[in-house]
């Protein structure tokens, strides 16, 4: 099994991301793609900001990938690219992908991982709203 974790600034490319995914005994790969959007819970939101606590989050996205595997021994690659610093509405926060040669495995692997990820990962956000005021999501630490 191939992983594939990062943690960066830069722009996140959904292609890069399905690329390391694929594999010729793959049936399926399941992409879950994460965007900042321009409201939360009816307020409007200007910006998000996210931090993490890099080793810890690495070694979390390991773990994920090792509970996937536990759970859906067939899956061939799991990849979690996270975003950090500030980003825009429509930017791309999250990809996951999952490599699987059956489909429902590829979407069960993606959701587990991606539900996993936003529960235990030390990766924080702090939304940024119009009216000027700010305020941190709950993190998982």
Known sequence: MINNFRLTYDVLD????????????????????????????GRAVDYLEYQAYAPMALEIFQQICDRSRAKFPDITQVVIHHRLGKLKIGEISVLVAVGSPHRAEAFEACRFAIDTLKTDAPIWKKEFWLDGMSSWVNSPI
């Not at 694929?22 to 879950?32: F, H, I, K, R, T």
């Open 14 to 41: 959904v292609a890069d991301v399905y690329a390391i995914a694929d594999n010729a005994s793959n049936g399926a790969v399941v992409l879950m793609s994460g965007m900042v959007r321009n409201q939360t819970g």
